[in-house]
């Protein structure tokens, strides 16, 4: 993998800290932000126009010399240091910036600051929920700019989670006084629910993503290794054949399989934000079929079960989204952030928690090693890294139990009391106020570590699954991900037409119009009134010949009618009218997979076939059976026999999107 050193790794870019880096993305990046920042002085009226100019100087000076760093570090500091004194109720306390003269408030910004905080710091008691949004706007939107990372920070990463896997060490008689009460507890609830949903019901499916024994997507459907550990608990037969007539068809094939004793994952790193690189495993392909079968089963129980319905979810963020609008509101609800959660969850805790037959089943599809990027293989004590199709539910899980128990424990009522105001999705937690600092205190027993930074559990401010909320308002940002380049692509091109329509929803119109305006210099783009569909034609035919349309959301910016009529004939976009659908249309371009298409029609694609249907309720019945049900129902649309979707791949096609309604 060829690394490529950012221009933030540079200490300085000219001797006149007045001029600004040179190149299209660094100038780019400059305008947007003063785009931002005027912005929000439009909002206020009685700004010294010395506040703005000094801002502005000290901007284009500090990104001069530091370059994106100052964009995605050191802004994104000052902002953490703001949610946290909201979070707290703390003093608010920053590094990098001076102090503006007489206050203990950063100079950089000041006069928003002061719409928050008082002379010494203190939040005020009027303080401004606009400003509050704003100010994170400006700060924090480069954060998750998906850079380029060097060999440095590689290797930090994969250094530790190596530390952080040989840390673990859970021990059941390594537990002391109320801990012993909160384990026992915590597996009594974890067994109540997961012993009614037996793990040989499962319908296997294969993965979106990659696998570590590297077959791409339209060869998943050929397995050609037997592994041992899988075989005991799910017999090849059973669950990687169609059925019995396709085990005597390819009985001589069954008989060559490569036979493993187990299966060894490997370990990629995938953009995540400024600071680095995410880590993700590929586990192997038999493995990964069957742990999406697990999956597929785990999560519907979850969250259909009676204890756990609408408090443990994977498929619905706005529970978690609403209560932490709730909590910065009534200050109810604290909202709790895990730190490294998948790497902490101990192999030993998952054994101690689970019932013998879920233990058995988890461990089979488990990857017991993964491979790094450098060639070191590490044996994992942990249950399983982010990648794995098991990871997330049983995390989640255990992170709810164990809080339910504490609370049992520590307060003396019962686990369906307990139960009732403990919401987790995946280690997003909510809990009471009251609850918090005992859930804090008691989770490091187990292995498990908070991320305070945040934990907002006093204050106004609350976060989770993805919203910032500030006494019962949404303050968000728009947070940039996808890179700005000379070329717009099928994955940056969707993404910066985004970003200008959330900003113009939310009243920055002047940064949204200058996204608008350098999008429109690469790619003719139409507008619309609200999202919408488009139409395209597809690569192949129907069975009479007819090229068929495929339906997608359009790429476009979202407007008011009547700026979108008037910018599309500025801008000279086709028009037509669609006598089929009944609508006006105008023509610009839909982001679609790219896909792999093959003529193979044979049992192996048969069983793919079959994955795809929807888990039938009954699979999820306790009984002694086992492997995939009868063929019953049609394939659904989804799927279509030799057509494969290539992961993370998209492609840009011309095609013709509603404009209005």
């Known amino acids: 993998m060829k690394y490529i050193r950012h221009p933030s790794d540079r200490k300085s870019c000219s001797q006149n800290p007045s001029t600004l880096p040179h190149g299209e993305e660094e100038e780019f990046y400059c305008e947007l932000f003063t785009s931002l920042y005027h912005d929000v002085v439009d909002c206020y009226a009685n700004i010294r126009r010395i506040d703005i100019s000094k801002d502005l100087e000290t901007f284009r000076s500090r990104y001069c010399a530091e370059g994106m760093g100052f964009l995605t570090k050191t802004l994104p500091l000052l902002c953490k240091s703001l949610d946290k004194a909201l979070a707290t109720g703390m003093t608010l306390q920053f590094v990098s910036f001076s102090k503006k003269k007489g206050t203990q408030l950063p100079a950089f910004c000041w006069w928003l600051f002061s719409e928050i905080f008082d002379n010494a710091g203190n939040e005020r008691s009027d303080a401004s929920v ?79 993503g990659a696998v570590s024994t590297g077959e791409k997507p339209a060869e998943k459907r050929n397995f050609a290794r037997l592994v041992r550990s899988i075989e005991e608990v799910y017999p090849f037969t059973e669950y990687f054949q169609y059925n019995l007539t396709q085990v005597v068809d390819s009985y001589d094939k069954y008989k060559a399989l490569e036979e493993k004793e187990s299966g060894q994952a490997r370990i990629v790193l995938v953009p995540k934000d400024s600071r680095g690189p995410r880590i993700i495993s590929c586990e192997p392909l038999e493995n990964q079929w069957i742990q999406q079968g697990q999956m597929r089963a785990i999560v519907p129980h979850l969250e259909s079960h009676p204890l756990t319905r609408g408090r443990l979810n994977f498929t619905d963020q706005t529970v978690n989204q609403a209560l932490a609008l709730q909590g910065s509101l009534d200050g109810t609800y604290a909202t709790l952030d895990m730190k490294e959660a998948s790497d902490r969850v101990d192999l030993e805790l998952v054994n101690y928690l689970f019932p013998p037959l879920w233990v058995d089943a988890l461990k089979a599809s488990r990857s017991s090693s993964t491979l790094l990027p450098d060639g070191r293989v590490v044996h994992m004590k942990k249950f399983a890294p982010m990648g794995s199709a098991t990871c997330f539910p049983v995390e989640a899980l255990i992170f709810w139990a164990l809080c339910v128990s504490v609370v049992c424990c520590t307060r003396g009522i019962s686990v369906a009391k307990a139960a009732e105001d403990l919401y987790v999705y995946g280690d997003d937690i909510i809990c009471l106020s009251v609850d918090q600092a005992q859930i804090r205190q008691h989770l490091p027993r187990f292995g498990l ?141 839909v982001s679609l997979p790219c896909i792999e298409c093959t003529d193979a029609f044979d049992w192996a694609e048969m069983l793919r076939l079959e994955s795809l249907r929807p888990q039938p309720k009954h699979c999820f019945a306790l009984d002694e059976g086992g492997g995939l049900p009868p063929l019953s129902l049609p394939p659904s649309d989804a799927a279509r026999a030799g057509i494969y979707a290539i992961p993370r791949r998209n492609r840009l096609k011309r095609g013709w999107i509603r404009s209005h309604a």
């Not at 390594?174 to 009594?188: C, E, H, R, T």
């Not at 974890?190 to 979106?208: N, Y």
């Not at 305006?517 to 034609?537: D, E």
């Not at 339906?551 to 700026?563: Q, T």
């Open 130 to 208: 606009l400003a509050v949004k704003q100010l994170r706007q400006i700060l924090i939107c480069f954060y998750k700019l998906e850079l380029p990372y060097d060999r440095e920070r590689t290797q930090s990463v994969l250094d530790q989670f190596i530390k952080v896997d040989e840390s673990l060490c859970f021990r059941t008689d390594s537990l002391l006084g109320v801990d012993v009460l909160i384990a026992q507890n915590a597996k009594s609830v974890v067994c109540s629910i997961m012993s009614s949903l037996c793990p040989r019901t499962i319908k296997p499916r294969h993965g979106a």
């Open 449 to 589: 570590v908070l991320n305070e930074g945040k934990c907002c559990t006093a204050g106004f401010f609350r976060e989770s699954c993805g919203t910032d909320a500030y006494k019962g308002s949404d303050v968000t940002p728009t947070k940039f991900r996808r890179v700005w380049s000379r070329i717009l692509d099928a994955s940056s091109y969707p993404a910066w037409v985004s970003y200008s329509n959330s900003l113009h929803a939310d009243g920055f119109y002047r940064t949204a119009d200058y996204i608008e305006s350098r999008v429109q210099r690469k790619l003719l783009t139409p507008h619309v009134s609200h999202q919408s569909i488009a139409t395209v034609r597809k690569d192949k035919s129907d069975t009479l010949g007819n090229p068929q349309p495929e339906m997608a959301v359009g790429i476009a910016f979202y407007r008011s009618s009547e700026v979108s009529r008037v910018s599309n004939q500025k801008l000279g976009v086709k028009t037509r009218w669609n006598a089929r659908y009944c609508r006006h249309e105008v023509r610009g371009y």
